[in-house]
């Protein structure tokens, strides 16, 4: 593995920090308070090509692999984890879950959409009564002459409301059987697919979570993705790459707390000397350097594996979970810098703060990453 930064990362980097300074940093407090989600921010993030950052060019992407992408992620999540949470799911779970397993008609369809921006993306996996036992799911999807018929709904669903098409993964066999779910392509507007509660969230309030609902929606044959009964195998690939997402999300929101800590340690005089010179702070940020940049190289040891096509269960899997942790570590370490200050929202370590848990729930918690290793070692 190379561990140099090529010049098409550094140059993606530059791009992130020069758009997210003009389009994000001035409303991102303002976003914030009043839980908007910013479509236009997305609008313009397809026109850079970060919308369908690992989505071939033929399909209207820009052709990168998981280190432009994971780099995009990082830096976006240093302006604002929000924005790089909604990026990350629109990227790797609806429109990848149309490019890895839709069929050629449905690729020319869906992708230019997706990756140029101008629709968002949705992706239904997860129900109200099934988080981390996705294969007990109760929304049903049932076969009726040329259509299927599906019935349930989905919860904490990234773009729920405003999302333009959804991937959703529906029941089409008994309970509990991994070989007893489809995943279904369901366009908004269609007759029984309708938004729920949009939640009220800690973190991440940029970034819309809402509900799904589908009643008697009726879809064609057509919009079946992959073979009948093949949805939840298609999902856990899905999340594989997935947790590189929310590894980079982790990373970003680390370095980002960080910065701020190590700068505001500069600046901060007591006792007549700055508090980045007594050891009680210096150790701090020592800790915290070392554990961000543990956490990237696992990320991107991740990404290696899924840029050569190779089997990275295991390894995104705790990129995702020593990341994730490591976020709200280094969160609560630079907010604990800033000292009372840092409780303030006129500071940006509180965000980060709140912002960083949803790193260890979404994508599957990090009690269920500790699951997958585990069964990986000793198997």
Known sequence: MDFSISEQQQLIAQMVRDFSAKHIAPFRDKWDEE???????????????????????????????????????????????????????????CTNHIYLFGNESQKQNYLPKLA??????????????????????????VKEGDSWVINGAKNFITHGKSGNVAVVIARTGKVGDSHGMTAFVVERGTKGFSAGKKENKLGMRLSETAEM???????????????????????????????????????????????????????????????????AISFKLADMATEIEAAQLLTFQAADLKNRGLKMTQEAAMAKYFASEVSCRVATEALQIFGGYGYCKDYPVEKYYRDCKLCTIGEGTSEMQKLVISRNILK
């Open 35 to 93: 839980q908007y989600f910013p479509v236009e921010v997305f609008k313009e993030l397809g026109k850079l090509g970060l919308m369908g950052v690992i989505i071939p060019e033929q399909y209207g992407g820009s052709g990168f692999g998981y280190f432009e992408y994971a780099t995009a992620i990082i830096e976006l999540a240093i302006a604002d984890p929000s924005i790089a949470l909604s990026m990350a799911a629109h990227n790797s779970l």
């Open 116 to 141: 140029s921006g101008e629709w968002i993306g949705a992706w239904g996996l997860t129900e109200p009564n099934t988080g981390s036992d996705a294969g007990n799911m109760r929304t049903v999807a």
């Open 213 to 279: 609902i589908f009643t008697d929606c009726r879809i064609p044959a057509e919009n079946v993705l992959g073979e009948i009964g093949d949805g939840f195998i298609q999902a856990m690939k899905i999340l594989d790459g997935g947790r590189i997402s929310i590894a980079s999300l982790s990373v970003g929101i680390a370095q980002g707390a960080y910065q701020a800590a190590l700068a505001y340690s500069k600046e901060r005089h007591q006792f007549n000397k700055p508090i980045s010179s007594f050891q």
